[in-house]
């Protein structure tokens, strides 16, 4: 189970365009869902039009969902992030959201159904529990379903995905432009003493570090580091003529002509360089290029 949980798994939420569509779904879904099953007597319990407050419900949770989970990215950005994301932290994120909308939902429900105006906490504590029941007892277990299914998708996906680019990367003649491999590159930095000049042929991949990169490059029989003052998104404007230098990852920029092969998780893929031990990551948003630009050549 421990071993399940640390899986990679791909972070959704980054994009606030998923978090609406999510957002939109749960109001729907819960609308819905007490409309036609009526769950614990609820039509009877409340003190509104039936209708009327399971479109309360459902926009109350669908809002706290979007509201949860971007308060979540905006204070803890590193944390909330694809990189290093596992079903354990999934689990943990969802479990999170959930008792955000248990907890709108308990204020909601001690309004429209079991407070009168002369209620106390005991109204108050019995509207939690039945949030609790509603909203986080009933939405883990098809959560974590949900999750399961998903992981297993994106998973045999990627898998199959990274063994027909395995083909293709086998089947790649020795590159022999001669252009290219003497061509010498220099990163100019928005910063004092921070240019950098190299071997084009001799760039594996660059990584985003905070306010710096770290260029990796071949140097004989090893790998060299460079760490520079700079943006990725600025040296990826310097090199955009070489189409061979993949954006694979908001944090990497990799020399195709280095890749040497490529295995599949639910996240994406991770790239094998020569000469190096580290591996580069493809993000499920680059997947799609990422296979278009790995072909015979």
Request: proline share 4%; aromatic share 14%; hydrophobic share 45%.
């Amino acid at each position: 189970m421990v071993d399940w949980l640390r899986k990679p798994y791909p972070f959704l939420y980054e994009r606030l365009s998923v978090r609406a569509g999510v957002a939109v779904f749960v109001t729907v879904f819960v609308f819905l869902f007490l409309v036609i099953f009526k769950p614990f007597d609820i039509d009877k319990a409340m003190r509104v039009n039936m209708y009327l407050g399971a479109l309360f419900y459902g926009l109350t949770s669908g809002i706290t969902v979007l509201l949860a989970g971007s308060a979540m990215i905006w204070l803890f950005p590193k944390v909330f992030t694809d990189k290093g994301w596992t079903i354990g932290k999934e689990m943990f994120c969802t479990n999170l959201i959930l008792v955000s909308a248990t907890i709108s939902n308990t204020f909601l429900g001690y309004y429209m159904e079991c407070s009168p105006e002369n209620a106390g906490w005991d109204s108050f504590w019995l509207s939690f529990y039945l949030a609790f029941i509603r909203t986080y007892a009933v939405g883990i277990f098809p959560v974590t379903v949900l999750i399961a299914i998903s992981y297993s998708i994106f998973l045999k996906r990627n898998l199959a995905k990274a063994f027909e680019n395995n083909k293709k990367l086998d089947a790649r003649p020795e590159s022999k432009d001669p252009e290219i491999a003497d061509k010498i590159i220099t990163i100019v930095s928005p910063s004092n003493n921070n240019d950098f000049s190299f071997r084009l042929n001799d760039l594996l991949f660059i990584m985003a570090d905070g306010n710096y990169v770290e260029f990796h490059m071949e140097s004989e029989n090893t790998v060299k580091r460079e760490i520079k003052r700079n943006t990725l998104r600025h040296i990826e404007s310097q090199l955009s003529e070489y189409d061979f230098l993949f954006r694979s990852h908001r944090a990497y920029l990799v020399n195709l002509k280095k890749v040497v092969h490529s295995s599949g998780n639910a996240q994406g893929y991770e790239l094998k360089l020569t000469k190096t031990e580290h591996t580069v990551p493809v993000s499920r948003r680059n997947l799609g290029r990422f296979d278009t630009l790995i072909k015979p050549q």
